[in-house]
């Protein structure tokens, strides 16, 4: 079935540092691809998405790119700040389906 | 503020009481969700309204009883609960079914005694 796979966390990195956080997924098609952050205390919210094959998502520094031929959604940043610590979900709908389809989560520590 | 509203933020219940959860959406989309976020777990998608019709219910215990009035309301009425059914409830709400963005409140911390 389709599914979705992060990396493990938690992740902790220094201030300034670069940010990858793995995403890989398995589905049939073009599924459209997403990523959510959970700051703490608060509900998950969209951050970024892309719909189809090669296409880029951007928000608040964040980036990923639609991987048709890896499979991958991976989520970037090129300087993490103090108050980007929070739970990050990647996430997919299936083409042609209604469902949503969450990864596990990665827990990002930014260090001072 | 996200839109959609969660209250109470926090309640702890013994196994024998009866409580409800409510949420509240201000966006004027059309689908509404329950999810349970529990520690070490992934989120579990409990029910789906869509135009207050339930769509979805993925073989929740009976204990759980959503309830749905309106688009803009949505309900989670709580009885006899178990311990492991400590949790943070998250309420989500969407345009419609099929475009996979969310918006979600910022959760009941839901504590069974």
């Known amino acids: 079935g389709d599914s979705v796979t992060q990396m493990e966390g938690p992740v902790t990195l220094s201030e300034e540092a670069f940010l990858t956080i793995n995403c890989t997924y398995t589905?049939?098609?073009?599924?459209?691809l997403f990523w959510y952050v959970q700051y703490p205390g608060e509900g998950l919210q969209l951050l970024l998405k892309?719909?189809?094959?090669?296409d880029k998502g951007s928000n608040k520094g964040f980036e990923a790119t639609y991987r048709k031929e890896t499979t991958s959604f991976h989520l970037e940043k090129g300087s993490v700040q103090v108050s980007d610590s929070a739970v990050y979900f990647c996430?997919?709908?299936?083409?042609?389906?209604?469902?949503?389809?969450f990864g596990k989560g990665t827990r990002l520590h930014i260090l001072p | 503020e996200t839109g959609v509203t969660q209250t109470p933020r926090h309640l702890v219940m013994g196994m024998t009481n009866k409580k409800s959860l409510k949420c509240e959406q201000h966006?004027?989309?059309?689908?509404m969700y329950w999810y349970k976020q529990s520690a070490k777990k992934p989120l579990e998608l409990m029910f789906v309204?869509?135009?207050?019709?339930?769509?979805e219910n993925n073989s929740v215990p009976s204990r759980f009883s959503p309830e749905c009035p309106n688009s803009s309301h949505l309900f989670l009425h709580l009885h006899t609960l178990q311990p492991e059914d400590s949790a943070l409830y998250l309420c989500?709400?969407?345009?419609?079914?099929?475009?996979?963005?969310?918006?979600f409140g910022e959760g009941s911390r839901l504590t069974v005694l």
């Open positions: 309204y869509n135009f207050k019709e339930q769509t």
């Open positions: 892309a719909t189809k094959a090669d």
């Open positions: 996430a997919l709908t299936p083409q042609g389906d209604d469902k949503i389809i």
């Open positions: 989500a709400s969407s345009q419609d079914r099929v475009t996979g963005e969310l918006f």
């Open positions: 966006l004027g989309h059309n689908a």
């Open positions: 589905a049939t098609g073009y599924p459209s």
